[in-house]
């Protein structure tokens, strides 16, 4: 059996990993299709004031907001908002991150300790308060958000992939493939990294959902996407002044963002007990 | 072969090699030498620790950051290897006029990439002089039919976690093999493998190489398996080459007390195993002089002031002792 196909036997055998890409499959498909699949496309924007805060019904499942919007469309609208931050703010850390723990790790200079002990600064602070400091200080946005978690988010990747790279180093075909005339850059590219990017796979996942989390927090607070987006921190923030009244302002929000950053929990969960060489050469 | 005159490949000068540890400079070879002919096997043996695997990697210029060459030479077939540049190193060494068989089967191979993808990696990228002309995929297939491979054309996509330790061992040979080698350097190729299929990778090493003008650093410990299939052993020990020999003359004739406490300690037929008294050195601190004064029974204060020379006691015999063993 090839390795791929029994990756997938696995996959599709594992549940946690199975049920969170089912969950994720279906944010990605409502982001895409957000303008077919809400009922009131327009909403986003417009308001009528003759119909807020309408409690869920069959004309709007979720209910309305004090603007009289559909909560429903808006909540798939902010699926899209969701997936673009995160998906951003993760392939740039991805970006920024790995090259730096695959350099820290291949070597061992200054130039491995300087990076690493940048990355532990970053990682000794809360992700949320440095992203609300650089998003609060370049003014409250979407693209602050994504650029406030890229440079808050890369030192995980880069810590991941440092470990990993400097327990590879001592393996043995490492040692052959220099042997054998291979550059660092071959060695890194094409050896080590292969063998870190299950690592690099599992902590994107759970970074989407980390990710994902925090953007809403900073909009929440205000430090983010601003009104009258429709992303779902804003969202909940703008529910407070009417709780418990319409409970089903903040409720929908607040179960999006729950349903989706367990999504990517489990996926990342699975895939780390899939991908674990170690639990692989059980299944030979 | 005496390891003199035109006929040598390999040529290690007075190598001495520094780590730089948290602890202290590791001085882990001292003044080395070492020579290999054309088409010769060389032992090189020694306890853990003894420099014999440093002294190989230096050939290769693999060490690791930490490492030091603080004095000597090394020259491949007259060529000067120190002081080529890293990208000659790599497009004209490593890979093609010296190859690698690496001590661990089970870790030697890339776990990502099959067998057949590893192996058609190095007939491109290195060449395959070792095996002559035909597509990568096919030549692939040939040399693994070579080492002995049972039906090759069902292993090649395979992962190495899928072969045995022998599998991998012999697959690590036909890719240290593949690209027509003048020297080969197996680092205890067998250690890591049963007793039985040690004898066979022995023997399969043995049609492999000998007769075929392939020249091979063979590092072991074990003086058993040297003696099967080296034409020349080195004794290694702190650092420091202390004997020299064609392999029958060591086993039957050694000179430095070293090497007779080695043989020594060789497990016999009556059952009783003899231990060299004391306690192999704290290289950070070495000895003084002659590495082995401390432990040796012949020793006297001149040992411990100064290296000395080697000094040849027959023809291929030479001995770095101020005291040698009487023939």
Known sequence: ?284 | MDGSGNNVLLNVNRLTVHFHTDRGLVRALDHADLRVSRGEVVGLIGESGSGKSTLARSVLRILPFSAEIAEGEISLSGEDLLAMKESDLNNRVRGRGITLIPQDPFTSLNPVYSIGTQMEDIVRWKGSAGIGEGPAGAKVIEILERVQIPSPRDQIGKYPHQLSGGQRQRILIAMALLPGPALVIADEPTTALDVTVEAQILQLMKSLVLGKGISVLFITHDLGVASQICHRIVVMYAGQDMEEAPVDVLFSNPRHPYTKELLESLPNAEGTIRDIPGEVPNLIQPPPGCRFHPRCSRANNLCALVLPEKKTVAEGHRVRCLYPLEA
């Not at chain 1, 094409?190 to 299950?198: G, R």
Request: charged fraction near 15%.
């Open chain 1, 1 to 284: 059996m090839t390795g791929l196909k029994l990756t997938w036997r696995k996959f599709s055998r594992d549940r946690l990993a199975f049920t969170g890409s089912l969950i994720i499959l279906s944010l990605v498909f409502t982001a895409v299709l957000a303008g077919v699949l809400a009922p009131y496309p327009e909403d986003v924007y417009s308001i009528h004031p003759g119909e807020r805060l309408q409690p869920p019904s069959s004309r709007h499942f979720f209910g309305t907001d004090n603007m009289g919007r559909d909560i429903f469309s808006r909540l798939l609208f902010g699926a899209r908002i969701t997936l673009i931050i995160s998906i951003i703010a993760v392939g740039a850390s991805m970006l920024i991150g790995v090259p730096l723990g695959l350099l820290a790790g291949y070597y061992e200079n200054w130039f491995s300790e300087a990076i690493m002990r940048v990355a532990d600064v970053f990682l000794s602070i809360p992700q949320i308060i440095l992203a609300i400091f650089l998003a609060q200080s370049l003014g409250p946005s979407i693209h602050s958000v994504i650029l406030a978690l890229s440079v808050t988010y890369w030192p995980w990747f880069t810590r991941i992939v440092f470990a990993e790279t400097r327990t590879l180093k001592k393996a043995s075909f490492i040692e052959a493939t220099e042997a054998l005339g291979a550059s660092r850059i071959r060695t890194m590219l094409l050896h080590v990294l292969p063998n870190v990017s299950s690592s690099i796979i599992v902590r994107s996942s759970i970074g989407m959902g980390f990710t994902i989390l925090t953007a809403a927090a900073l909009g929440f607070l205000g430090a983010g996407a601003q009104p009258p987006t429709p992303e779902w921190g804003v969202t909940i923030a703008e529910s407070r002044q009417f709780l418990p009244d319409a409970w089903w302002y903040a409720t929908f929000p607040g179960l999006a963002i729950f349903v989706v950053v367990m999504g990517f929990n489990m996926l990342g969960d699975g895939l780390r007990d899939i991908l674990d060489p170690r639990i692989r050469r059980g299944f030979e």
